[in-house]
């Protein structure tokens, strides 16, 4: 679904810079979903589940093409 658009920002800004801007989105989505956790008091072992479980799901939808 993603994957075009991942395909053409990296032609764009180079491999290095996509997987940069990559590594602080991913880093961000994990602290939203870790703040999400501790919020609703869900433990760490069920948050990683949910950090694993949007790992595959943005590689189904082509965001890590």
């Known amino acids: ?12 800004i ?7 801007v990559r590594g602080q989105a991913i880093a961000l989505h994990s602290k939203v979903i870790t703040n999400f956790c501790n919020r609703v008091g869900i433990p760490s072992k069920e948050r990683q589940a949910f950090i694993r479980m949007a790992r595959d799901h943005g590689k189904t939808l082509g965001l890590l093409a």
């Open 14 to 20: 180079g491999d290095r810079k996509l997987k940069q």
């Open 1 to 12: 679904m993603f994957a075009p658009f991942v395909v053409l920002t990296r032609q764009l």
